[in-house]
């Protein structure tokens, strides 16, 4: 991975620019606003506080065209409307004006005018969350007088001290705090995506759960070929998991800010070197272990999601380094590409690859299970669950026909994965017998108008399993994880 923090290359689209044009811009600025005042209306300039001669880039005009629509939404619930807007565009950076007005009743107690306030509201926002200190944001009256900023000065975006102490001591090079710069819009993306990756594990984990009927395994019907566990000893093991899923992506996020630190001191002819992910993976590995300690806390025990945990442990922080990545190459070449489940995949078995291999090399002969998945890049789910489960959702109606495409999916897992679960059980004849059978009513299943009758089939897989004790507990975390790549990519 490449880190662009501080570098140049990322603004090579847009041109450097000096002081007069800086200047020819805000003067641009004074007199379109000077001629858009009227009485009865407050005004907001926004644009965005970028140190150094680089004013632009692909993703600096992206967080401007974001924190725009950021600033629609706290303008609206705030009170203000807007009456008219204007904009201006050039290498020295982007630039918006609003012209508003509220019938809104201010603290007459307080003395506020809508100015006032309104300037009260943006001080507020901008200490509000860390990437708004890249806002710039100046409140004019109806009369074109700007408003100071009430109480503090804003601090530098380096160290505590006032911004304008740094400022004019020069404490700080232009490039040290374009970085910091870059580090504030790239973490402002990562909060975002988070969101989203926290709420795809839980989806995914309560998705393959509530399949019923699930073969051998644990539904909303039956406990399957389980003894020890039934559906509420899966919700609690998940409730207990979730915060080590977000513990999982702090952790990366810790080690991605670490590489912008080290990118950043590296010679340019260094900069693709390979990642050395063993520092990440073992703190992972450590943060994992006590998941693994809490949820068998919740159940007494019974560890009900080792494999999904060991695998999202990997998967999570593999997807905020992929969506990272592909920062990096819409900062410099404008095109953004979600993270695909490949490139995520490629990324966990990076992760694990050393540790993996160590392990082999002790254990020849044994069954790999999750780390055998793992290493390979989840080659049953990239070449097999996951495009079947697209393909199947895409020609059915998936409000319908979800369950019928993850059933589908789930007979693709288990007829052709190597299950360490079942190997315990069942020693190779059940690995084989589930393999087999999976496979027959999967073929069935495909065929026009057999869809009722794979409900009658699952049943009587159902019950077989559970006559022969065998639970396809590893196809059942594939599963969790062909939904979880659905989801994000």
């Not at 990440?280 to 007494?300: I, K, P, Y």
């Not at 496979?439 to 006559?467: M, V």
């Amino acid at each position: 991975m490449s880190n662009y923090g501080g570098n140049s290359a990322l603004y090579a689209t847009f041109p450097a620019v000096d002081t007069p044009q800086v200047l020819e811009q805000r003067e641009r600025q004074v007199a379109k606003r000077q001629a858009f005042l009227r009485p009865g209306y407050v005004y907001l300039d926004f644009s965005l506080n970028l140190p150094g001669p680089y004013k632009r880039s692909y993703l600096s005009d992206r967080f401007f065209e974001d924190s725009e629509r950021h600033l629609a939404d706290l303008l609206a619930k705030a009170g203000f409307e807007r009456a008219r807007d204007f904009s201006l565009s050039s290498e020295a950076g982007l630039y918006r004006c609003w012209e508003l007005f509220t019938t809104k009743s201010f603290n007459n107690k307080l003395n506020l005018d809508a100015a006032a306030e309104l300037k009260s509201f943006t001080t507020t926002w901008e200490e509000n969350f860390p990437a708004a200190r890249l806002w710039d944001l100046d409140v004019y009256a109806e009369d074109g007088i700007k408003l100071s900023r009430p109480g503090q000065s804003r601090p530098c975006l380096i160290c505590s001290e006032p911004a304008w102490v740094c400022a004019r001591s020069r404490r700080h090079s232009w490039q040290e705090l374009l970085a910091a710069s870059e580090q504030l819009m790239r973490e402002y993306y990562w909060t975002s995506y988070k969101e989203l990756l926290l709420k795809a594990a839980r989806q995914a984990a309560l998705t393959e759960l509530e399949l019923t009927p699930k073969p051998g395994l644990v539904d909303m019907v039956n406990n399957g070929a389980h003894h020890d566990m039934d559906y509420d000893s899966f919700q609690r093991s998940l409730t207990a998991l979730e915060p080590y899923f977000a513990r999982y992506l702090e952790i990366t996020e810790d080690f991605l800010r670490q590489e912008l630190v080290v990118g950043r001191e590296r010679d340019t002819a260094e900069q693709d070197d390979p990642l050395d992910l063993r520092p990440l993976f073992e703190r992972l590995q450590r943060t994992g272990q006590e998941a693994e300690v809490a949820a068998l806390a919740a159940n007494q025990g019974v560890n009900c999601h080792l494999g999904l945990n060991f695998a999202l442990a990997l998967l999570l922080p593999a997807a905020l380094m992929a969506f990272d990545q592909n920062l990096t190459d819409f900062a410099q070449n404008g095109c953004w590409q979600q993270p695909s489940a490949e490139q995520i995949a490629c990324l966990a078995s990076d992760l694990v690859a050393e540790s993996y291999l160590s392990w082999r090399s002790e254990q020849p002969e044994a069954a790999g299970g999750a780390r055998e998945s793992a290493f390979a890049a989840y080659p049953l789910i990239l070449k097999g669950s996951l495009p079947l489960l697209r393909s199947v959702l895409a020609e059915r109606d998936p409000s319908t026909n979800g369950d019928y495409a993850l059933s589908l999916a789930l007979l693709y897992l288990m007829a052709h994965n190597h299950d360490s679960n079942l190997l315990r059980r069942g020693g190779k004849e059940g690995l084989l017998y589930t393999q087999r059978e999976a496979g027959r009513i999967l073929e069935r299943a495909r065929r026009p108008g057999s869809q009722s009758a794979l409900t009658r089939d699952l049943i009587r897989f159902d019950q077989e399993l559970i006559a022969r004790n065998l639970s396809p507990g590893g196809s059942a975390d594939l599963l969790a994880l062909t939904v979880f790549l659905k989801l994000i990519s």
